[in-house]
Structure formats: structure tokens, C-alpha cells
């Protein structure tokens, strides 16, 4: 019995697992209700008569792969099972409750595509309670009547019918085991033709059914979900579109001082030295702009530094420049007689040195 209990759990908890990616759907959806009929008999000894059995089950869908079946059975025996020759004083021999859990095994392995397949197979399994009504005339130790629980397993094969698969047909063999044997003595004559096994003078043992095959056919009804559909909906991954604002910092607006920059008078005498990035070094293009310059001319030199980097560096960036200029100028004999590093004065500011002729 432990074994069986462990089993189920773990085909419930497998179904779960795999079937954890579809969820969302209402409670009062994936319901469905259904009847069926057919035949059962006792796997022990095959020359018992088969009884008549009857049910209606209640199934509320968890996801396209797991079920939980709610399933209300009643065996009619003519001649049957297990009173041989004794009729029940009742049209209802016994009558069974079972919760089964079921397992869409399409689904599970195939994948679930959005609709039911036109062919399914679902095993099933779960726990019951059976009620026998014996003859008014077979006295037990427990009574008249006898009480059971049960183990169920079986396979449903299911035939969805439609476009809208709101109807299914299946064929649902099943093997029910009986958690202890109808060990009952039966007091009294057991010569009114009950299969009996006597062990002494007093009494007999009851024949014990401890496994019962059962074949019965199935109609199942699908109710409208709150979709508009008879099953569930291909369950697509919500995307959650996570909007990251930025925090930007206002800068601090920077206190640029407004550079008046010379006017230069656009001659042959004036010189516009460039340098490299980062660089204070002159160029032997530089060199030769300056080489134009007689001894003796008194010039004034601006210079500037491009606007990247931080505005000290650029400073002193801009004034190593005007001293290599003012160097060169004065080493050649050329006076200089201002000199102004202006850094980086504005966004379009270049890595140049202006030589002005005065």
C-alpha cells in the first residue's frame, strides 16, 4: 500500500512539473462531466460472471497535461462477481467513489499545441472507497454490508470529437485493487451457492476479490471555458516589458567664461600653429609657419586646447603650448609680447596656437 501511495504522489508531482508553464486559468474553467458503462470481473478467477457497471465522473482540468477525476461508480451483478448464485436484495450490488489524478501522456511527451489532439491517451490512477451490499440472508462479522478501499489504475483513450472538441468518446480499461482481502466469516449455510472457502466447522471465508479488471466506455462533455473555448488556450509567455528609467543628473551648468577672442587681421604675417592631441610638441609643419617670421617682429600668441578632457588640464594643456611657440619665436629673435593660454574656450575650440603680427 505504501508503494501505490508513493507512486501516485509521484505521478502528480511529475505532471506538475512539467505541465508548471501553463497557468492563468480560472477556477470555473476546464470543467467537464461525463458517463459511462461498461463491464467488470474478478482477475483472480475468470469463471466468475462479469457484473454491469455504471458511473458518472466530474474532472476539473489543472493544466493541458494534469487532471483531477471525481468518479461515482455502481456495479449491477446478475449472477455476478462476487455472489455467485445470491442476488443482491438491491439493484445496486456496490457502489464506489474514487478521486483519480490523470495525465494527458500526448501532452506531457508531445507538447501541448494549442487545441486538443484528435487522439489522446490519459493514464489515470487514485484512491477509492467501495460499499458492498450483501444478501439479506449472508451474515458477516461486520454486518450485512462490507467496506473497502482502493486502489484504481488504468488508461483512458480518448477520441475528441468537433472543431470546437467539446465532446469526447473514450475506452477506459481499468484495474481496481482491493487494499485487504473480503476475509469476512460468512456464519450460517454457505450452500446457498456463494464461492466460499471453508477453514473450519464454524464458518467459511468469503472469496476475496483482491483485484477486479473493469472495461467501460465513456461520453465526456467539455463545459465552456471563460475564453470562449472548450479547453485550454495555448498559454503564451507574458512579456513584461520592465521600463528602467534612467536617472540623469542635471549638470551643473558650468560657469563658462566668454573668451573674446582677437580679431586677427587675415595676412600673410599671421600664423595659426596646430598641434596633435594632447600634445604641446611643435610639428616640423609648425616649425616652418614660424620659420616665416623675420627677427625682430613683435608678435602676441593666443592658444587654445580642444574641448575634451576637464578644464584645468586643458588650461594647463593651452599654456604649454604658447610657451613651446613663444620659445621657438624667441630662440629665432623674434620678440613676443603677450602671451594668453586660453584653454578650451567653447565646444568648437581646436588645438591651435594664433601668432599675431603687431
Not at 134 to 142: A, Q, R, Y
Not at 225 to 230: L, V, Y
Not at 278 to 299: R, S
Amino acid at each position: 500500500m505504501k508503494k501505490i501511495t508513493i507512486m501516485l504522489v509521484a505521478m502528480f508531482g511529475m505532471a506538475m512539473a512539467a505541465s508548471a508553464q501553463y497557468t492563468g486559468h480560472k477556477f470555473f474553467d476546464n470543467w467537464s462531466i461525463g458517463a459511462e458503462g461498461g463491464v467488470s470481473t474478478n482477475l483472480h478467477d475468470w469463471d466468475t460472471p462479469n457484473g454491469a457497471v455504471a458511473g458518472i465522473n466530474l474532472t476539473k482540468g489543472i493544466t493541458p497535461v494534469l487532471s483531477l477525476e471525481f468518479q461515482l461508480q455502481a456495479g449491477f451483478n446478475d449472477d455476478a462477481n462476487w455472489n455467485w448464485g445470491a442476488k443482491s436484495d438491491n439493484i445496486v450490488d456496490n457502489a464506489s467513489l474514487f478521486a483519480n489524478t490523470k495525465i494527458n501522456l500526448m501532452n506531457w511527451f508531445g507538447g501541448y499545441k494549442g487545441t486538443p489532439r484528435c487522439f489522446e491517451i490519459q493514464a489515470r490512477g487514485g484512491v477509492g472507497y467501495t460499499r458492498f451490499f450483501w444478501p439479506g440472508d449472508v451474515e458477516t462479522k461486520s454486518g450485512n454490508d462490507l467496506n473497502r478501499c482502493n486502489f484504481k489504475f488504468g488508461l483512458d483513450f480518448d477520441f475528441n470529437l468537433g472543431e470546437q472538441k467539446a465532446w469526447t468518446i473514450s475506452l477506459r480499461p481499468a484495474v481496481i485493487l482491493k487494499t485487504s482481502r473480503d476475509n469476512d466469516i460468512v456464519r450460517g449455510d454457505p450452500g446457498i451457492g456463494m464461492p466460499v472457502v471453508c477453514d473450519n466447522e464454524n464458518g467459511c471465508l468469503a472469496y476475496g476479490h483482491n483485484a477486479i479488471g473493469q472495461v467501460t466506455a465513456a461520453v465526456t462533455y467539455h463545459f465552456k471555458t471563460s475564453n470562449g473555448t472548450h479547453y485550454f488556450t495555448e498559454v503564451k509567455p507574458v512579456e513584461v516589458t520592465k521600463v528602467v528609467e534612467k536617472v540623469v543628473e542635471k549638470p551643473v551648468e558650468k560657469v563658462v567664461e566668454k573668451v573674446v577672442e582677437k580679431v586677427v587681421t587675415k595676412n600673410a604675417s599671421n600664423v595659426t600653429v596646430e598641434f596633435a592631441q594632447n600634445k604641446a610638441t611643435l610639428t616640423n609643419t609648425a616649425k616652418a609657419k614660424l620659420n616665416a617670421i623675420d627677427k625682430g617682429t613683435v608678435v602676441a600668441i593666443d592658444g587654445y586646447a580642444s574641448p575634451e578632457g576637464a578644464k584645468a588640464y586643458n588650461q594647463k594643456l593651452s599654456q604649454r603650448r604658447c610657451d613651446a611657440v613663444k620659445a621657438y619665436l624667441e630662440d629665432r629673435g623674434v620678440k613676443v609680447a603677450d602671451v594668453n593660454a586660453h584653454g578650451a574656450a567653447g565646444q568648437e575650440s581646436q588645438r591651435i596656437v594664433y601668432v599675431t603680427i603687431k
